[in-house]
């Protein structure tokens, strides 16, 4: 099955800390995604990536930011960390952008921003 | 506009019977797919079952099977023969052009009775 990694699992910190959310895949996919997702909530989409630098914001406004240099690796930023950015923040990747292709998904990061 | 819709924020199904999640989805695109996602209590996103818009047979995997209309732009999943283990957050999905991304229901929490 997939191989997509998220790290941290889970992340208190303090207003105003800078943060790096890191998501990496071994399946070679040019496709990576980052959904944010309150609790119980729908997903929404807060950026994508078609591959190596190239970075494009989702639906769903956010002050994070994210990067692309390696195909592999689809880290999110958050260059100040609030309270109203206290949510879990899940990473997916696909292999096409293809209608018929699923997304494989991390296991999250749940930020707790204090 | 909300492209996905789940009318049912919380259903409850008895062990052992079959159970029915609601989804219809908004779309003027002939191409797209359709998805069914589960996020157990833990958080992470687990790929149930696929519908292209061209496919005339409902698709099935397993336990899974999804009642796609097309006319009325519907397509539920039903799970036959619960199982304590599908407790858990079901979400719809779509993916349609230009971009094909992938958009979520605001997803149904189905609690199995034992």
Redesign the interface.
């Known amino acids: 099955e997939a191989d997509i990694y998220q790290t941290p699992r889970y992340l208190v910190i303090g207003t105003g800390k800078k943060i790096t959310l890191e998501c990496s895949q071994t399946m070679g996919h040019d496709k990576m995604?980052w959904?944010q997702q309150d609790p119980?909530?729908?997903?929404h989409?807060i950026h994508?990536s078609y591959g190596v630098n190239s970075t494009e914001k989702?639906?769903l406004s956010s002050e994070s930011t994210v990067s692309r240099i390696r195909t592999e690796h689809f880290p999110l930023t958050l260059e100040s960390a609030r309270p109203s950015h206290t949510s879990?923040y899940?990473c997916?990747s696909s292999e096409t952008?293809?209608?018929?292709?699923?997304?494989?998904?991390?296991?999250?990061t749940?930020l707790s921003v204090l | 506009a909300q492209k996905i819709t789940q009318t049912q924020p919380g259903m409850f199904v008895q062990e052992k019977e079959a159970v029915t999640l609601d989804c219809t989805y908004d779309t003027s695109d002939q191409s797209y797919g359709l998805f069914w996602y589960k996020q157990p209590s833990s958080g992470e996103m687990i790929f149930l079952i696929y519908q292209g818009s061209y496919d005339e047979q409902n698709a099935t995997e397993g336990r899974y099977s999804l009642n796609f209309q097309k006319a009325r732009k519907s397509a539920n999943l039903v799970i036959s023969a619960s199982q304590l283990g599908d407790s858990a957050m079901y979400f719809c999905a779509m993916r349609e052009g230009p971009k094909n991304d992938m958009r979520f229901g605001a997803g149904t929490r189905l609690t199995v009775k034992p």
């Open positions: 995604y959904y119980g909530m729908e997903l989409l994508y989702g639906d879990q899940l997916a952008q293809g209608i018929h292709e699923k997304l494989f998904f991390g296991s999250g749940q």
